[in-house]
């Protein structure tokens, strides 16, 4: 069977091609009884809108990217950091009819291959997550002049709005909940030094113990749990009487608090620790963790928003979401 045109609507319904198209495309200029004259004809025929010929008179495909600079193993890892965003973002997109389509970009390879997809016009803008100091797309992406929010800081100096939370300050609300509870040698465990949010919650650390004259004790991990017990295991070793540590994440907390643990150390009695991001495995931990709550879901629905409102003319805005402290047994 041939597919029904537009012409075929135009001639059951007795009116002009354009006014199908008018119809058919949502725009208002139709008065309502050709427009049900036009619907009638379109269910009897069982006319589908061509989307690709209608993306070709608009000049939008309905698509954005969501690009994570990261290799599958860890964006498909036992961080829900990434599933938190990927859902909420999706969920965000499909409430207005777009479609998210999902890159990697954890290799050079990978940047070059997600460079010439944007730039072939197969989106209509991009959403950056998990940003590296050496990752090139930031740039590379602004000289193609196509919309793009990150979601979080961008690591190096580029004119992109941005979605965040202020880790400077949820950082140093973790330290400060630490010398409130009596902790008097407090390590961290920093995240990657690549990254603005491994920078920005180190900052956080060393301005609270700078101004209440102790010393820094830093290791630093990549954001896994693997690697919080490897730097809890080097802090032990460099400082066997510390009695704090604050975590850049709650996945570092979880294997730093095994690693103390294997140690003999009791948690909170000899070490309180405290992590960053609140994930549900926080509450389940022993004893549970504290941590900072970042709204991940909200600030990757906001992140969309931006991108929507870039999309329709709309200001490049920087928008900075609230944490909150979470207090339970593990500090």
Known sequence: ?????????????????????????????VTADIRELVMRAVNELGYVPNGAARNLATQRTNSVALVVS???????????????????????????????????????????????????????????????????????????????????????????????????????TAVRHLLEQGRRRIATIAGPLDM????????????????SDRRSIIAVGDFTRESGAIAMRQLLADDPELDAVFAANDLMAIGAMHALRQAGRQIPGDVAIVGYDDIEAARYTDPPLTTIHTPHAEQAAAMVRLLLGLLDGGPAETVIVATELVVRASS
């Open 70 to 172: 990261e290799s599958p193993n860890r964006v498909f890892s036992d961080d829900p950091m990434f599933s938190t965003v990927i859902r909420s973002a999706s969920l965000e997109l499909e409430a207005v009819n777009k479609q998210v389509v999902l890159l990697l970009a954890g290799s050079p390879e990978s940047h070059a291959r997600v460079e010439n997809y944007i730039a072939g016009g197969h989106v209509d803008g991009v959403m950056l997550v998990s940003s590296h100091g050496a990752d090139p797309l930031p740039v590379a992406l602004t000289r193609l002049r196509v919309p793009v929010v990150s979601y979080g800081r961008p690591a190096v100096p580029v004119a992109m709005p941005y979605v965040d939370n202020d880790n400077v300050a949820g950082a140093a």
């Open 1 to 29: 069977m041939k597919r029904p045109t537009l012409e075929a609507v135009a001639a059951r319904a007795g009116v002009s091609r354009s006014t199908v198209s008018r119809v058919v495309n949502g725009q208002t200029t």
């Open 196 to 211: 603005i949010g491994g920078q920005d919650r180190l900052a956080g650390y060393r301005e609270v113990l700078r101004d």
